[in-house]
C-alpha cells in the first residue's frame, strides 16, 4: 500500500534526523553568547559579573585575569569555554 510505505520513508527520515541531530549551540557557547552582551565577541569583567551575578567587581576581576590566557583584559570565547562559567 503506497500509504504504509510513505509513513515507513517518514518514520525513518524522522529516526536519522533524531540520531544526528544536533543543538543548535553547545551549552557553552550558548552561555558565551549570553555573557557577552555588547556583542564585541569578548566577555569583560563587567559582563562576567552582571550574567553570573557575582557580589563584587573584584572577584569578577580575579576570575577574568585567571582565565585571561592572552591577557587582553577580558575573555575570547575559547578563555570562556576554560572558565568553570562555560
Ligand atoms: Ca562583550
Ligand atoms: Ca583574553
Do not use: C
Request: aromatic share 12%; charged share 25%; glycine share 4%.
Amino acid at each position: 500500500m503506497a500509504n504504509s510505505k510513505l509513513l515507513l520513508v517518514l518514520l525513518v527520515a524522522v529516526a536519522v534526523s533524531v540520531v544526528t541531530s544536533k543543538p543548535v549551540f553547545k551549552r557553552s557557547e550558548n552561555m558565551f553568547l549570553k555573557s557577552d552582551t555588547d556583542f564585541d565577541g569578548y566577555v569583560t569583567a563587567r559582563e562576567l559579573k552582571e550574567g553570573f551575578e557575582i557580589a563584587s567587581q573584584h572577584i569578577a576581576n580575579g576570575y577574568v585575569a585567571k582565565y585571561d590566557t592572552d591577557k587582553n583584559g577580558k575573555l575570547d570565547s575559547a578563555e570562556f569555554y576554560d572558565s568553570p562559567f562555560a
